[in-house]
């Protein structure tokens, strides 16, 4: 006899949009849109301070920088970053590509967004976005 079993377990939360977000006084931060019918900004990451915003909770919150890897991915981001979430970690994995249409920039070739909560479980969000400078950042 074959006995299969299905374990359900909560996904941890997918990110809730964080509205508008300027552009940071200093280094440079990555926008990052949901892929799909309705993309919505989910996050944005910055250089300086090295910091994610989501919304996990109901409204936007910067989670601390963790542990980098994966090489420089330029503009003062790793082709992998590991921020640090009350209960888990989110993990942003991205690849940037410099254009001559975008000055003080970069495209978002493509990227991930792995939330994984010690309560929830995991999720892996694919993200699209630019990446913008401020003035003095070269």
């Known amino acids: 006899m074959i006995v299969v079993a299905l374990f359900l377990q909560a996904a941890a939360p997918l990110p809730a949009p964080?509205?508008?977000?300027?552009?940071?006084?200093?280094?440079?931060?990555?926008?990052?849109?949901?892929r799909g019918p309705e993309p919505a900004l989910v996050a944005m990451a910055t250089s300086d301070p090295a910091a994610v915003r989501l919304a996990l909770a109901g409204r936007p919150t910067d989670y601390p920088r963790g542990v980098q890897d994966g090489g420089d991915a330029g503009f003062g981001f790793a082709h992998?970053?590991?921020?640090?979430?009350?209960?888990?970690?989110?993990?942003?994995?991205?690849?940037?590509?410099?254009?001559?249409?975008?000055?003080?920039?970069?495209?978002?070739?493509?990227?991930?967004l792995t939330i994984v909560s010690a309560a929830a479980g995991a999720v892996v969000v694919p993200l699209g976005g630019l990446v913008g400078c401020a003035a003095a950042t070269r």
Do not use: H, N
């Not at 009350?86 to 991205?94: I, K, M, N, R, W």
């Not at 003080?104 to 991930?112: C, E, P």
């Open 80 to 112: 992998r970053t590991e921020y640090i979430l009350p209960d888990g970690t989110a993990t942003l994995e991205l690849a940037l590509a410099a254009r001559p249409d975008l000055a003080q920039g970069a495209a978002v070739t493509g990227a991930t």
């Open 18 to 34: 964080i509205g508008r977000q300027a552009l940071p006084a200093r280094g440079c931060a990555a926008f990052l849109w949901s």
